[in-house]
C-alpha cells in the first residue's frame, strides 16, 4: 500500500496563491489514482480534484474549478494542487488520497492533512 504525506498549506490572504505537495512512498505511486480533498471547520469532507493515472485526466469540484490545478510527477513521486485566487472559504485541512480504482471515487488511502487557512 501506499504513503502519503501531504505539505505546504499555510496561512494566505484572500486571492492569494499556495502549493499543496503530496509525497508518495511505498507500492508504485504511477498504479494509482490520486485526489484532494478537503474539511473544513464544522463541514463533511469534501472532493477537491482528482487525476486519472492513465492519461493523466483531472476532474474538479464546482466550486474550484478555473482556480486550482492538480497534477502529479510519477518521476517525483507526488502530486500537486496549486491554488490560485483564494477565498476565506477555502479554510480547511486538505488530504490527498489514492484510489485504484477511479479518479473520483474509491479513496481508501489518506494522508494526515495539512490546514490551509485564507484570511479576508
Known amino acids: 500500500q501506499v504513503q502519503l504525506v501531504e505539505s505546504g498549506g499555510g496561512l494566505v490572504q484572500a486571492g492569494g496563491s499556495l502549493r499543496l505537495s503530496c509525497a508518495a512512498s511505498g507500492r508504485s505511486f504511477s498504479s494509482y489514482n490520486m485526489g484532494w480533498f478537503r474539511r473544513a471547520p464544522g463541514k463533511e469532507r469534501e472532493f477537491v480534484a482528482g487525476i486519472r493515472r492513465s492519461d493523466g485526466s483531472t476532474h474538479y469540484a464546482d466550486s474550484v474549478k478555473g482556480r486550482f490545478s492538480i497534477s502529479r510527477d510519477n518521476a517525483k513521486n507526488t502530486m500537486y494542487l496549486q491554488m490560485n485566487s483564494l477565498k476565506p472559504e477555502d479554510t480547511a485541512v486538505y488530504y490527498c488520497?489514492?484510489?485504484?480504482?477511479?479518479?473520483?471515487?474509491?479513496?481508501?488511502?489518506w494522508g494526515q492533512g495539512t490546514q490551509v487557512t485564507v484570511s479576508s
Open positions: 488520497a489514492a484510489s485504484a480504482v477511479g479518479y473520483t471515487f474509491g479513496y481508501n488511502t
